[in-house]
């Protein structure tokens, strides 16, 4: 199995009780005996995860997409938190 990228970062402060999360994965992953291209970002906190992945409908660049679309609504909605706070 090769790893071609394999990321984690905890969210939360270090004296937090909290478990957030942020997992990046692309590599070769055997199910069921065939070995294919497995790519995915997972972000998760306390109970709750979300993860985005490669669907066998998606393309490499369309997956891309789809992470850049996801960048960009997290950027403005940080814009809009900063220019908010009140």
Not at 17 to 42: E, I, K, L
Request: glycine share 4%; hydrophobic share 30%; charged share 25%.
């Amino acid at each position: 199995m090769k790893t071609r990228y394999n990321h984690r970062i905890w969210l939360n402060k270090k004296d937090s009780p909290s478990t957030g999360s942020f997992v990046a994965f692309d590599g070769d992953m055997t199910h069921y005996g065939n070995t294919a291209r497995n790519m995915f970002v997972s972000i998760s906190d306390c109970y709750q995860s979300v993860r985005l992945h490669l669907t066998e409908d998606d393309t490499i660049e369309d997956f891309i997409q789809k992470l850049k679309v996801l960048r960009d609504g997290i950027s403005n909605f940080i814009n809009h938190l900063e220019n908010n706070k009140e």
